[in-house]
């Protein structure tokens, strides 16, 4: 069973900088394709960026496309999400998935296609 645990988040100003943390346990989250996604209050939950399992694919929505990064640290069991030139709109709370041996750019925009999921970490972008 792996656990999901989120950290990083917290209050910035608008073109400032996160890194938010998504550290596995339970088993080694080089197994797993892994997203991440937020949900802002009043909307629903959209997919930020995913990464496949093993080989290094990332993918980006258009709105984080050229701001935001996502990484794996193997040695941690970490997934990171480095968020730069944050702007209000990114605000919500930012949630990591995960599943296994998952291979698809297509499927990893969709929040059912993970089997499991952290607690979430707040980002609030404002002056």
């Known amino acids: 069973q792996l656990q999901l645990v989120e950290s990083g988040g917290g209050l910035v100003q608008p073109g400032g900088s996160l890194r938010l943390s998504c550290a596995a346990s339970?088993?080694?989250?080089?197994?797993?394709?892994i997203g991440w996604f937020r949900q802002a209050p009043g909307k629903e939950r959209e997919g930020v960026s995913c990464?496949?399992?093993?080989?290094?694919?990332?993918n980006y929505a258009d709105s984080v496309k050229g701001r935001f990064t996502i990484s794996r640290d193997n040695a941690k069991n970490t997934v990171f999400l480095q968020m730069n030139s944050l702007k209000p709109e990114d605000t919500g709370v930012y949630y990591c998935?995960?599943?296994?041996?998952?291979?698809?750019?297509?499927?990893?925009?969709?929040?059912?296609?993970?089997?499991?999921w952290g607690q979430g970490t707040q980002v609030t972008v404002s002056s």
């Open positions: 998935a995960a599943i296994f041996r998952g291979d698809s750019p297509q499927a990893c925009w969709v929040a059912g296609w993970y089997d499991y």
């Open positions: 339970g088993n080694t989250v080089d197994y797993y394709a």
């Open positions: 990464i496949s399992n093993k080989v290094t694919n990332t």
